[in-house]
């Protein structure tokens, strides 16, 4: 038998207490969230427990646990001597400005409502079954929207349609856009925000989302040029598409080379796929990360489940990596493919017939 190295062990056994802190934070962030705990903090400073809990009509235990566990993690600082929490600036950025590429209360909400669902999973994967993105409860796909959104309202304009070959002119002339798996339709509503010439039609297989994306449509004044139905990846209506856009749903797909091939019969000759889909190399090395640990526990229990339960099941996972997209785009007919934009959360991929 091997001999242990009993300081090696305890490193991982108090990495291990770590680990567990952190989990239980998820969904002390949701609740901070959904109390105003960090709006509060964000907007009056160096604040007791009591006043906290005056502020946001909440009870004064469960303020001062939270501002404790958040003081423990990091999130929050603690002066001893006037017994006062405050959120640091670029905390409270991060934890309140919905409108910061660097907002995480949704990554923390899609994560919350994965580990809640992840009873589901253990029980499919003894069988290698699924289960679908429709079957998850709200804080995954409110907290998926949230945690995209502002990355796409911070680059898909500025910068990642600007890094397409001629797409932004035909934008600005007036363009065909299909956005295929479009959740909410948050993409969807930016770029039709952005290109009033053009016309939009979103599609996805989930009823429930249709429905709140067409509600965001008309309060963002744009329900005249777009139309959102409900299909599936290989069932996107119409033809000679101009753009067709795919945000981080590619890897979700059963059938992604049947959506690929759809793709493919759907767009313009001189047309445009753009695909974003999550931050990944080509090798598990590239991706052994922050970023892409989180994106492969997400993958475990969220995508790779989604995928598995429809046919064929495809699996891609969520740090499928370059050279798998190209893969998948290449066996549908396309012939150009490269990476245009990057940021630390998503590739943008140009594909072009």
Known sequence: MNSIDTDKLMA???RAVDEVGATLNCALVVMGDRLGYYRDLAAHGPTTAAELAKRTETGEPYAREWLNAQAAGGFVEYDSGTRRYTLPAEHAVALTDESSPAFLPGFFQIAHGTVRDAYRIIDVARRGAGVGWHEHNDDVHLGCERFFRPSYAANLVSSWLPALDGVVDKLQRG?????????HGASTILMAQAYPRSTFTGSDYHPESIATARERASAAAVRERVRFEVRSATGASGGDHDLVTMFDCLHDMGDPAGAARHVRDIIAPDGTWMIVEPAAGDH?????????????GFSTLLCTPASLSQEPGAALGTQAGPARVREVATAAGFTRFRLAAQTPFNNVYEVRP
Not at 284 to 296: I, K, M, Q, S, W
């Open 12 to 14: 991982f056994v108090f």
């Open 175 to 183: 363009a065909r856009v299909a956005d295929v798996g479009c959740g």
């Open 284 to 296: 598990v090395e590239d991706n052994l990360t922050p970023v892409g640990r989180a994106y492969y």
